[in-house]
């Protein structure tokens, strides 16, 4: 079998499943049974010589022999035959990993079996398992010290605020800025649109009221108006046209009657007078008969002029009733437009003072731009933002204080506005009694609005410990002063200056009130003075 050949074999996939070697791993010479099965490779016939190549001495199957070899045990199995598939798949139920392919050719020498193998006592896989064994154990180690153990921190007295537990009275309340205002503001409108002419005064002065602010112009409207008087003019005529036709015509018919009661009155003369001579027998009957018709006629003549007469004066008095109906309401549409020019010169509605003046000569401004307003002297309000959380808790009635000048003063919520804005609602607030001195528009104030009645509770003062702590526990200081360790609290309701302690706290006790951001997860604090 030659070299080539023996090399496949080793290498094959068959020998490498099962983790056999290439033939630099061992050498062994053998001869016919030379080694028993099994042998250790101490015993191995260092001392005998390979015979020669061509010697015949040896069969084929004796010049090639392969042998397993355990590096564990350091123990060496000599296969019964050949037939390298089958010695595979029995090695395959054995510590497969630990065994290596060992082939003896004819011309190889026994080689490093005078050498005894060296058993490493801790492989690098090892070395690297006990490692991080380790590690983990001795993490473990430290984490539950650190979590038993009490870890303490020394700190300095002067860098840090005390206080002490106190029990007294308390009323729930939240700060809110208050901006003062007059008690009454009247916002000045433009009217009329128009161009800025003239200036009267400046922002800030006092006006009367009736005083001129500024004055407009509008050529649109000032035409208008000269159309409409033109209008006024124009109706005026025609009705002095009309009531003088009706007044004519009211005379001619006076004239009519006139002549139909005086034809009346001597056709009655005629007939009186020739009924009497007629029954004398002076005239004749038929003359009789035409004074007696010509009387009735003229009675019925009259009382229809006197009809035409009375009727035509209910017409005159409804034209003339129309006419003046028009001509009012021509007279008030001109003075309305007379109105709308005169809303030109912008006027104080109300005497006060002038703030927010917003008027340039030459500027034009349209009809209902803001212009300025007039502030009242009379009286103060403050108008509060408020966070939209307490809309439900603000109505109409409460009370706020605030602080001016070391004097305090209250006040009353009159109006609620409702409006939610970037979060935020507003409240008018009237002072409940004197207003300060020297108060002045615009004057921002710093209010205590009162949520809740006034009670009694267990006080601390607010700090920076609730931003670390958030109300749950805080260092109270040891009888001794020397120590402040951890205690568990409860905190209700907040104002401005102090906290209610629900739990955990007694009046008299000292506590840590400053922050608590440099101390990190300590459990307790040694004091230093």
């Given amino acids: 079998m030659s070299r080539s050949l023996i090399r496949n074999i080793l290498i094959s996939p068959e020998l490498r499943d099962i983790g056999w070697r290439s033939i630099d791993v061992t050498c062994f010479y053998s001869i016919t049974n030379t080694f028993p099965n099994p042998i250790k490779p101490n015993n191995s016939p260092a001392h005998k010589q390979p015979p020669h190549r061509n010697s015949t001495n040896f069969t084929f199957a004796e010049r090639h022999k392969i042998y397993l070899y355990h590096h564990r045990t350091e123990t060496v199995l000599k296969p019964n035959t050949f037939n390298i598939s089958r010695r595979c798949k029995l090695l395959k139920n054995r510590e497969q990993s630990f065994w290596h392919c060992i082939h003896t050719p004819f011309y190889e020498k026994i080689c490093k079996m005078d050498i005894a193998i060296e058993k490493k006592r801790f492989s690098t896989r090892k070395i690297l398992l006990y490692v991080g064994i380790l590690i983990l154990l001795s993490f473990i180690v430290f984490v539950i010290a650190s979590a038993s153990g009490v870890s303490k921190l020394n700190v300095e007295k002067e860098r840090m605020s005390i206080s002490t537990v106190s029990d007294g009275v308390f009323q729930e309340n939240i700060p ?39 004055r407009l112009s509008n050529t649109d409207l000032e035409l208008s108006l000269i159309n409409q008087e033109t209008q006024v003019y124009n109706l005026l005529t ?3 046209i009309s009531q003088n036709a009706a007044r004519q015509n009211t005379i001619n018919k006076l004239n ?28 004749g009957r038929q003359d009789f008969i035409k004074a007696e018709n010509d009387y009735n006629y003229q009675k019925e003549r009259m009382k229809l002029s006197g009809e035409i007469l009375k009727e035509d004066s209910i017409a005159i008095m409804q034209e003339n009733e129309q006419v003046k109906s028009s001509y009012a309401r021509t007279q008030s549409a001109l003075d309305l437009m007379r109105r709308k020019v005169a809303d030109l010169v912008v006027k104080s509605p109300i005497a006060g003072q002038l703030t927010s003046l917003d008027a340039e000569i030459g500027q034009s401004k349209n009809k209902g731009d803001r212009l300025g307003q007039i502030d009242v002297l009379s009286g103060f309000k403050v108008r509060a933002d408020i966070d939209e959380h307490y809309i439900s808790r603000i109505y109409t009635g409460q009370t706020g204080s605030f602080t001016m000048n070391d004097q305090s003063y209250s006040l009353v919520i009159k109006k609620v506005y409702t409006q939610v804005t970037s979060g935020r609602f507003q409240v008018d607030m009237q002072f409940a009694d004197s207003v300060p001195q020297g108060i002045r528009r615009g004057q921002s104030l710093q209010i205590r609005l009162a949520l809740s009645d006034e009670k009694q509770a267990i006080l601390i003062p607010k700090g920076g410990f609730f931003q670390k702590t958030g109300g749950n526990w805080i260092f109270k200081i040891s009888e001794d002063g020397t120590t402040a360790y951890k205690t568990d609290i409860s905190l209700g309701s907040q104002n401005t200056e102090y906290y209610e302690v629900l739990s955990g706290l007694n009046p008299g006790d000292k506590v840590i009130t400053s922050s608590y951001d440099n101390y990190g997860d300590v459990k307790e604090l040694v004091l230093k003075e």
């Fill in 176 to 214: 809110v800025n208050g901006i003062v205002l007059p008690i009454t503001t009247i916002y000045i409108d433009a009217l009329e649109g128009g161009r800025v002419e003239e200036k009267y005064v400046e922002d800030g002065e006092v006006l009367e009221i009736g005083e001129p602010i500024l």
């Fill in 256 to 283: 009519q009657y006139t002549d139909v009661e005086s034809s009346l009155i001597e056709s009655k003369r005629v007939y009186e007078l020739n009924k009497v001579l007629h029954e004398k027998g002076a005239i």
């Fill in 238 to 240: 025609q009705m002095q």
